[in-house]
Each structure stands twice: as C-alpha cells, then as structure tokens.
C-alpha cells in the first residue's frame, strides 16, 4: 500500500471539511445563538490536523484499489470524527458515540438521529447537520477527487466509493475523471438550487428550505423540524418533495444525457422504466388501501400523503408527513417491501437498487424459459438493450444474496445487545444498512435512535457505512488476506 499517498488523502479530506464548517459559521454569526466558537474551533482543529497531513505527503503515488478502499472505509470515519466536534464543543450532544452516530448518519444519508428535539438545537448547527446531507449524497470522495492532482488513482478511489450497480450498467460521462466529478456535482447542485427556490417561493423561510433541499435531493431526510415534513403541513411542500425525491433516485447520467439532447436515453434504460413502473404500482396501491380504509377524508390525501411515504422510502430519504404506523396493516406491509428496493444505480441513493431486481429478474425468467419450454436455446440477459455478461448476474445475485444475510445476521445482534423485539431488530438493522432512517417498532416514524445503547449504535452505525458503500469495500476489510501483499 501506498501509505504517503493515503494519508495525503486524508489530510485533504479534513481540509475539505474544515473548509465546509464554514458556511455554518457564518449562518451561527447571522443568528448569534451561541454555536459560532465552537464551530471555528472545530474548523481550527480539523485545519491544525489536516493541513500539516496534507502538506508533508503531498509526494504523489498511484493509489491502487487496495488503497482506494482503505480511504473509501477509514476516510468516512474520520471525516464523521471530526465532524462531530462542534457538537461536543457546544454541548448539544456531549458524548462521543451520539455525536459520531449522528455525523455518520448525515454523511451516509441515512437520516436515523439521536436527538429527541431537534428544534432546540441553535440554526449553525442545524446547518452543519443538513450540510453534511449535501456532502455525502454525491459522495465525500467524489468532491475530493476534484481536488486531487492528476495521477493520484482518482479512477480507484470512485470505484472503491460506488456502487455494484454502476460496475453493472458501465456507465461514463467522460473519459477524465475529474470532468466526470465536476458534471455530477454541477447537476447536484443545480438541482438542491431548483428545490430551495420553489420551497421559498411556497413561503418557506430560506434557512429551512435550503436544510430541506440538502436532505431531499441528497436522499437522506434531516429535518430542521421535529415532526420532520409534517411540521408544515402543507401539499405544496409535499409534491415539491416528492418531485425532488424522485429526481434525487434517477441516475445523474440519465440527467446529462438528458441535458445534451439524447432524449432516447431515458427510454432506452431498462432501470429507469422499472424504478418508473416501481413507484407508480407501490404509490397507486398504499394511497388506495389508505383511502379504502378511510385513513383520509379524501382520495387526494390519501394519495398525497401515501405517495410521499412510499417515495420517501424507496429513494431511502426517510422523510415523513405522516406516523405511517397508524395506518392499516396492508399498508405497512407494502412501505415494508419497498425498504428492501433503493432506487436507480449511480443516484444519491443507497439500498439494494432496481437494476439488481431487474437482472436477477430476467435470469429467474431466462432459467425457466430455458429449463421447460427451450432447452437448448441460448438465452441472453439485457440490460439498456446490450447483453449482460455472465459474471455481471453473479454480482447481482451475490450482492442481493450478501444484503439479506446482513440484516438476518444484524438482526439477530440488535436482539442480543437491545433486548428488541425481531420486528424493532430487524428494522433498525434494515433503517441502517438500508440508509433509510426511520424504521417500524421501537424506531418508527414518531420515535428516534437516542435510547439505544452505545455498543448498539456503533454496530448500526457501521451499518450504516456498509450500506453506503454498497457492502463490498466495507467488508472486503474484514479478510486477513486483504492487508497482505
């Protein structure tokens, strides 16, 4: 391993960071609650660290693979470390385990939180809180990439970061890397810029709609408000969300196609049409078992607010209007299923995406046409009108395979450490490795993380790490024979 150049990475890393506690600074300035020292001190201390790291490796290596997932993995846990200071500083959140717990649930946009009143918190910390939504949700190294020299193995580092589904759909926006970083970030901010507008156009204030914004196209779901969207209680609000959810699943590439002209690429890719397809059966079918059961007064509630909850968590945003707990049976079970979805390959999201459905699905159908009807045919498996290699459905079937056993296998942990019933163990195993956020049972819509123990959520929060950087790189760690030669 090339460990110069890794820790050259990390020292950029902590000055990317010290860099973005800034901007919350200034918002704790424009309110002066109280939050403005601790947040420059946190600047100052992330500077002290990463500055000397940065400047005395700065002789640039190649970094391979090995050392792209050592930054992928321990990078996001630095990061999150230091991005817990102002919290402790301030004494908001005082002990080390919540403040990390909570930094690493921004970063990794799973929005599941310790706190237990959020409006209490002063406006820069709220800001520092959502801002991390805005970092994490097009990846924390994909932003330090753009500020790596050329030759420093960016390539490496993004596919240590990304996720089996874009190795499955091969897709490229252009041949250098950091041009391909500096058009995803622009489409990302172009479009948390598009959603603050319309949310202070609705009469929000700037402040929230901009914390709003981080945490929708993001795909994570921090609130600056306690009972999250439901605080507003406005429709406006709610299909500007739902919109910006939505927008936030699609895959950025089908953005810049769309962008130079190519209109066909949308129609030509099988994942979008079924992610489409996807969230108009589950919206259609939890907003009318919700009006059937006369949960709303009428069809236009039941369908505002079952679609909502349905897009919140199948993007894993984890926003909610509603506590969905109360609603029938049917569809509980329904929001259930759509926990084990995710949304589109190369989004902001995280879960275990539709493009593995869609392929472990044409197999399934490909097996059987082959086995009962045609022999000795040969059947090939496509995907955005190519054939699909053989090896790309082993990786579908095995990260689909590898996300089950988790949640079995942390399910059965959450048990032994919180006593939880399998419902509530299951669910925050899910809410975790998921990037969902909110859950069912002892951490549903109308409850938070802060009761759980600190073994409990350490163990959710590498969960949560695990879940973001799409299971393989996070676990390939955990083998001897990865830190030999």
């Known amino acids: 391993m090339h460990f110069a150049s890794i820790t050259h990475v990390f020292g950029l890393l902590l000055l990317v960071t010290g860099t973005a506690m800034l901007f919350p600074a200034l918002c704790a300035a424009y309110y002066g609650e109280g939050d403005l020292l601790p947040l420059l001190l946190s600047a100052g201390v992330t500077y002290l660290l990463g500055l000397p790291t940065w400047w005395f490796f700065r002789k640039q290596y190649e970094l391979n693979i090995k050392d792209g997932i050592v930054v992928a993995v321990f990078g996001w846990l630095v990061v999150s470390s230091f991005s817990a200071l102002p919290f402790m500083i301030h004494g908001a959140i005082p002990g080390f385990t919540d403040a990390f717990f909570e930094m690493i649930s921004g970063y990794t946009t799973t929005g599941a939180t310790i706190l237990t009143d959020i409006e209490a918190l002063p406006h820069g910390l709220l800001f520092w809180r959502s801002e991390t939504h805005l970092l994490g949700g097009m990846g924390f190294l994909t932003l330090t990439i753009i500020l790596l020299p050329q030759g420093m193995g960016g390539v490496r580092l993004f596919r240590a970061e990304s996720s089996p589904g874009q190795v499955i759909t091969k897709e490229k926006f252009k041949p250098r890397n950091r041009d391909t970083m500096i058009s995803l970030w622009w489409i990302y901010l172009f479009l ?14 700037i402040f929230d709609a901009l914390c709003t914004a981080f945490g929708t196209v993001s795909t994570s779901g921090y609130s600056p408000k306690n009972l999250s969207i439901g605080s507003y209680d406005s429709a406006y609000f709610d299909w500007v969300i739902i ?75 984890g926003y909610t209007t509603a506590d969905y707990e109360l609603w029938p049976q049917a569809a509980q079970m329904f929001l ?32 059987i046409r082959k086995i009962f009807f045609q022999p000795r045919a040969v059947v090939s498996i496509r995907l955005n009108q190519r054939a699909v290699e053989a090896s790309v459905v082993d990786l579908a079937i095995c990260y689909f395979i590898v996300n089950i056993m988790m949640i ?36 549903g819509p109308s409850k938070n993380f802060a009761f759980i123990s600190a073994p409990g ?21 955990l083998y001897p024979s990865f830190w030999k030669k």
């Not at 190369?346 to 472990?360: L, P």
């Not at 399998?422 to 925050?428: D, L």
């Open 408 to 443: 079995l296998a942390g399910g059965c942990v959450m048990v032994l450490l919180e006593g939880f019933d399998y419902v509530s163990a299951m669910s925050s195993v899910i809410a975790a490795l998921m990037n969902i956020g909110p859950g069912f049972g002892e951490i």
């Open 336 to 367: 259930f299923l759509v926990c084990f979805l995710g949304a589109c390959a190369g989004s902001t999201t995280s879960g275990i995406k539709v493009v593995h459905y869609v392929i472990i699905c044409k197999y399934m159908y490909a097996s």
């Open 243 to 317: 919109v910006f959810m939505f927008l936030g699943g699609v895959t950025f590439m089908l953005f810049f196609q769309l962008l130079r002209g190519n209109w066909q690429a949308a129609y030509r890719n099988t994942e979008f049409k079924w992610y489409l397809v996807l969230m108009l059966f589950f919206c259609s079918s939890v907003s009318l078992i919700l009006w059937s059961n006369q949960s709303y007064d009428s069809l236009a509630d039941a369908f505002r607010f079952g679609t909502f909850q349905v897009v919140s968590i199948l993007t894993t945003t």
């Open 192 to 205: 948390n810029f598009i959603q603050a507008l319309l949310l202070c156009f609705g009469g929000m204030s």
């Open 457 to 477: 959520k350490w163990f959710l929060s590498w969960n949560m790490l695990v879940g973001r950087l799409e299971m393989f790189s996070a676990l390939v760690i």
